[in-house]
């Protein structure tokens, strides 16, 4: 018997803009992770981390469209800065207030909160130390916030907030954070206060640079795990570790022949347990000798003991039998991934994000390809590739849009099919975001949705769509 997917995971000048969406009166929260107004549908926050906030050049937003039955668009949204009613600190130049993202129900009150980095933030006199704040999730929407005590004795350029995970990383039922940066990386235990004080407060291992961070459960006992690629001399693809519950608290276990940053985890063979995908997408080069001439991505798979590192994994990219395009140097398919059921199958998909692709003469236009899960694991049968000129999308593809920035799979009208939400930070300079919905036979271009980052009054460079929230 197929087995439920498994989907746990792996940025203008002051706060809401419009009436938003609330969750009825007397309604209790939807509790899911991604819903911010509690009223049963995933809203999408994204980054517009170089938005200028008044002066203020490159400071920072966060913009959120709030889910529906009707999907998301432009008026239904806020955009949040540091300069908005209640949220701590002000909005400064170069602070990149939306650099990292992660969602979750950190109070424990029913409503998804969101955790925004800031890795330009400056502390004194010590520059772009780096700060995480979250921004609360209530019936209006997310409003307010804290600021996630920081590491201490933090060094300049330390870049803390660039990746953020939220999941139940020691099996108690409640939601924990973990936060990265160049130097630093911090464990939080969950619930967190209202004044953004959490149960317990410890760092990680000294683990070299690391930049993103993602978690799920891969071993089944309830227990997500958390993980932590960063890059070494001498493994230029990436040294991947993850964190595992034991008895007395936490292993570090690694994947040795794994290569890549960015990750996702989520049920792509429906056993009930999650499984890893990793992309690898920098061309291998003379230090690098791992990877694929324009990107790839590796799925490991989850069991009772987690992903076995002697295993062979799923290894796919742009040269690989059935897979749409082909693999071109500086395409950076892989740089980018999402995870979710797009044809309510029982088998998460995956979402590959190749910013690089060029279309002809079009330089950096951008691309994304569709992948599907099955019994076997990740198939490239039905393989779809996807870019702003294929029929129906909106808008088109030119030079620098690099579609597929950001990539994730959400169900954002509730039908139980993920739709895909693909964030082309470089559109017209500015940024835009793109909403195809999820149908049987993979994303369809029936009710699409283009916002740019001038439908939501982002100005200045913006960089709108850089990071979606997983």
């Given at each position: 018997?197929?087995?439920?997917?498994?989907?746990?995971?792996?940025?203008?000048?002051?706060?809401?803009?419009?009436?938003?969406?609330?969750?009825?009166?007397?309604?209790?929260?939807?509790?899911?992770?991604?819903?911010?107004?509690?009223?049963?549908?995933?809203?999408?926050?994204?980054?517009?981390?170089?938005?200028?906030?008044?002066?203020?050049?490159?400071?920072?937003?966060?913009?959120?469209?709030?889910?529906?039955?009707?999907?998301?668009?432009?008026?239904?949204?806020?955009?949040?800065?540091?300069?908005?009613?209640?949220?701590?600190?002000?909005?400064?130049?170069?602070?990149?207030?939306?650099?990292?993202?992660?969602a979750g129900d950190l109070d424990g009150d029913g409503y998804s909160d969101l955790v925004v980095g800031a890795t330009g933030e400056s502390i004194g006199d010590r520059d772009q130390v780096g700060s995480a704040t979250i921004l609360w999730g209530g019936r209006p929407g997310l409003s307010g916030g804290a600021v996630v005590p920081p590491p201490a004795n933090q060094s300049e350029w330390g870049d803390f907030g660039r990746g953020a995970a939220i999941a139940d990383f020691d099996g108690d039922h409640k939601l924990d954070l973990t936060v990265t940066g160049r130097t630093q990386t911090r464990l939080y235990r969950g619930p967190f206060t209202r004044s953004g004080t959490p149960v317990t407060n410890t760092g990680v291992g000294e683990m070299g640079s690391t930049s993103e961070t993602y978690a799920g459960d891969l071993n089944g006992d309830g227990a997500a795990e958390r993980f932590y690629p960063f890059l070494v001399d001498g493994d230029e693809g990436g040294d991947v570790i993850y964190y595992t519950r034991n008895s007395t608290g936490y292993t570090m276990k690694h994947l040795p022949?794994?290569?890549?940053?960015?990750?996702?985890?989520?049920?792509?063979?429906?056993?009930?347990?999650?499984?890893?995908?990793?992309?690898?997408?920098?061309?291998?080069?003379?230090?690098?000798?791992?990877?694929?001439?324009?990107?790839?991505?590796?799925?490991?798979?989850?069991?009772?003991?987690?992903?076995?590192?002697?295993?062979?994994?799923?290894?796919?990219?742009?040269?690989?039998?059935?897979?749409?395009?082909?693999?071109?140097?500086?395409?950076?398919?892989?740089?980018?991934?999402?995870?979710?059921?797009?044809?309510?199958?029982?088998?998460?998909?995956?979402?590959?994000?190749?910013?690089?692709?060029?279309?002809?003469?079009?330089?950096?236009?951008?691309?994304?390809?569709?992948?599907?899960?099955?019994?076997?694991?990740?198939?490239?049968?039905?393989?779809?590739?996807?870019?702003?000129?294929?029929?129906?999308?909106?808008?088109?593809?030119?030079?620098?849009?690099?579609?597929?920035?950001?990539?994730?799979?959400?169900?954002?009208?509730?039908?139980?099919r993920a739709d895909l939400v693909s964030g082309a930070a470089g559109e017209d300079g500015h940024g835009a975001v793109t909403i195809l919905r999820g149908s049987a036979s993979g994303p369809t271009t029936g009710s699409a949705k283009f916002i740019a980052a001038r439908d939501v009054a982002l100005t200045g460079r913006g960089d709108f769509g850089w990071a979606i929230a997983p």
């Open positions: 018997m197929r087995k439920r997917v498994l989907l746990l995971a792996a940025t203008l000048t002051t706060g809401l803009l419009t009436a938003l969406p609330a969750t009825p009166a007397g309604a209790a929260p939807s509790r899911l992770s991604g819903d911010f107004n509690g009223d049963g549908y995933l809203d999408i926050a994204l980054s517009a981390q170089s938005h200028d906030v008044g002066k203020a050049h490159q400071a920072g937003a966060v913009v959120v469209l709030y889910g529906s039955a009707s999907g998301v668009s432009a008026a239904r949204r806020s955009v949040i800065t540091q300069n908005s009613a209640g949220v701590p600190g002000t909005a400064e130049t170069g602070d990149v207030f939306g650099a990292g993202l992660a022949k794994a290569d890549g940053v960015a990750g996702s985890v989520a049920d792509i063979n429906g056993d009930g347990y999650g499984d890893v995908v990793l992309g690898d997408a920098p061309d291998p080069t003379g230090t690098k000798k791992s990877g694929h001439k324009g990107g790839q991505i590796t799925v490991w798979y989850g069991g009772p003991t987690g992903p076995d590192p002697a295993q062979t994994p799923t290894v796919i990219h742009q040269d690989t039998t059935g897979v749409p395009g082909t693999g071109e140097s500086g395409d950076l398919f892989g740089s980018s991934v999402g995870t979710g059921d797009i044809n309510s199958d029982g088998y998460a998909d995956v979402a590959v994000g190749t910013p690089g692709e060029k279309l002809g003469k079009i330089a950096e236009a951008g691309s994304v390809t569709i992948l599907f899960g099955s019994a076997s694991g990740l198939t490239t049968k039905g393989a779809q590739g996807w870019t702003q000129d294929s029929k129906g999308v909106p808008g088109g593809s030119e030079t620098g849009d690099r579609f597929g920035q950001s990539v994730r799979l959400l169900d954002i009208n509730g039908d139980g």
